[in-house]
């Protein structure tokens, strides 16, 4: 899989989702902070993912397990590029239109820097971390809570 077909849905999804947030804060008084907290979620994401893995071209796969058994892929003619703008340049300029500052060097650095799957044990320290930060975030400062007994409870 890691024959350019990870990076093309890599591509595909970072185009998505800088165009999900441009709309989002185009047609709404959200900022992308506002946005990221109250109206991005894992369910949003999976829908993307999955309109997005749609996207990843029957090229791009044919090239893949060509490289991996040549003997399978019989010689086909594969479909044209469309023309215009390549995944990194229509992601740039969607962030360019949400007014950040966007280089094509640093989409690719995105993209590379996502290629490390996190192992179980990471996950499972990221999310208190997470939690932690998003209380302080907003505003919601832990107590310690007064242990009653049962007997002052009777």
């Known amino acids: 899989m890691d024959q350019q077909v990870i990076s093309n849905f ?3 999804y970072t185009k998505h989702l800088f165009r999900r947030c441009f709309e989002v804060t185009a047609t709404t008084n959200l900022t992308l902070r506002e946005f990221w907290k109250d109206h991005f979620n894992i369910a ?3 829908k993307i993912i999955d309109q997005d893995w749609l996207g990843v071209t029957t090229r791009t796969l044919t090239s893949a397990r060509k490289k ?3 003997e399978d892929v019989a010689e086909r ?3 044209e590029l469309e ?3 390549s995944v990194e340049e229509e992601i740039m300029s969607l962030g360019k239109s949400m007014g950040l500052e966007v280089e094509e060097k640093d989409v690719n650095e995105l993209v590379v820097e996502h290629t490390q799957e996190l192992t179980t044990q990471e996950i499972q320290e990221l999310q208190p971390q997470q939690y932690t930060e ?3 975030e907003i505003g919601f400062e832990e107590s310690e809570e007064e242990v009653i ?3 002052e409870i009777k």
């Open 10 to 12: 890599k591509k595909l």
């Open 44 to 46: 949003i994401c999976l």
């Open 68 to 70: 991996l058994w040549p």
């Open 77 to 79: 003619i594969y479909e």
């Open 83 to 85: 023309p215009g703008m």
């Open 134 to 136: 998003v209380m302080q």
């Open 149 to 151: 007994s049962t007997s």
